[in-house]
């Protein structure tokens, strides 16, 4: 490992010698990464959400009207799946509705519940020492989103019909902000976002789309704080990602 990886591991708090405290919001795992497809029983079962059935058109076609103010109403009297009856606060998500990155989680735990917003416990640190070592800030040109505005009861997998409701709000977070790239953080939020089953073996390391958006994957920090080996693999995905976001605005440039 060269001086320089790490240095820029020790700022992200991604140094083999870190050991996490306390945790008192258990996330759910991810399986790592191996070559080749991992072990039928590292793979979480996750189900892409279905496409929207036509009961569901009208309430898909006044989410995507609303602008902030009105989505912002619109996710803090959901009730449109059971996870409304026992939540504390909704977790729209934070940052800057300009932001050229959106960064995608699964969904809110004990912390974010209470609090309202996204990624506020430890790994919420960790995510702010990743984009730190990139040169982000949270609310500076970032944008956190969940792909679910409520806590699941013990932080269980999104079930697909609570995925499926909360879908247009998270949609229509994507439409306002337009973003020049979305980081996918961890399966769950992959997987829904592209509609499609995958393990993240086999997901990292490749540029893929969200409705014309570049999207790419990495692992989730509340993983990364339980499996020490993959926060290397994570920094590789970050150095990608700004890669990527180099190229785009190259385009840019070069066009205009």
Request: positive net charge.
């Amino acid at each position: 490992m060269s001086r320089r990886r790490d240095e820029m591991l020790k700022e992200m708090g991604l140094s083999p010698r870190w050991r996490l405290r306390a945790r008192t919001d258990a996330a759910p795992a991810e399986e790592g990464v191996t070559p080749g497809p991992p072990p039928a029983a590292e793979e979480r079962a996750v189900t892409p959400h279905p496409s929207p059935v036509s009961g569901t058109d009208d309430r898909r076609a006044r989410i995507m009207r609303m602008d902030w103010p009105a989505l912002k109403a619109c996710v803090a009297a959901c009730t449109a799946c059971s996870l409304h009856e026992k939540r504390n606060k909704t977790v729209f998500g934070v940052g800057d509705e300009n932001a050229d990155w959106l960064f995608v989680g699964e969904g809110p735990g004990a912390e974010e519940d209470a609090q309202g917003e996204p990624f506020v416990g430890q790994a919420g640190k960790l995510l702010d020492n990743m984009l730190a070592a990139i040169k982000l800030k949270r609310g500076q040109n970032v944008f956190i989103a969940n792909v679910l505005k409520c806590r699941p009861p013990g932080n269980r997998n999104p079930a697909p019909e609570e995925a499926l409701a909360c879908e247009p709000h998270l949609q229509r977070q994507i439409e306002l902000i337009q973003p020049k790239l979305i980081v996918a953080l961890g399966r769950v939020a992959a997987v829904n976002l592209l509609a499609r089953e995958a393990s993240i073996a086999s997901l990292r390391g490749r540029l893929h789309q969200y409705r014309g958006i570049p999207l790419i994957v990495t692992y989730h920090p509340a993983y990364l704080l339980r499996n020490l080996p993959d926060k290397a693999k994570a920094w590789a995905d970050l150095c990608f990602a700004v890669a990527t976001m180099k190229g785009l605005e190259n385009r840019v440039s070069a066009s205009t």
